[in-house]
């Protein structure tokens, strides 16, 4: 069975720092691209970065470029998501996907919850 568990999540004020979790298993991690996707209360999902699996090759989003950053333990079967200079714009569940891009929900984690406020 494939699972994905995020965790890390929480309240934190605007310039803070989060580092989110996901714990994958029950399928190839070294051999899946990984993704952290989000969505905002009353919004669609929104794609925040991706992370390849040969190269660890990282894509952003323009809204976290230069704040969050992506990477992966392929050893550990995690990957994370740096948050740093958090907005509260960057309100949102945050889920663990697997496979670049934005994909549908059946791809993604329960998700963990980040709020950003003062």
């Known amino acids: 069975e494939v699972q994905l568990v995020e965790s890390g999540g929480g309240l934190v004020q605007p310039g803070d720092s989060l580092r989110l979790s996901c714990a994958a298993s029950?399928?190839?991690?070294?051999?899946?691209?990984m993704s952290w996707v989000r969505q905002a209360p009353g919004k669609g999902p929104e794609w925040v970065s991706s992370?390849?699996?040969?190269?660890?090759?990282?894509n952003y989003a323009d809204s976290v470029k230069g704040r969050f950053a992506i990477s992966r333990d392929n050893a550990a079967n995690t990957v994370y998501l740096q948050m740093n200079r958090l907005k509260p714009e960057d309100t949102a569940v945050y889920y663990c996907q697997i496979g670049g891009g934005l994909r549908s929900k059946q791809f993604w984690g329960q998700g963990t919850q980040v709020t950003v406020s003062s």
């Open positions: 029950g399928f190839a991690f070294g051999s899946a691209d």
């Open positions: 992370i390849n699996t040969y190269f660890g090759r990282t």
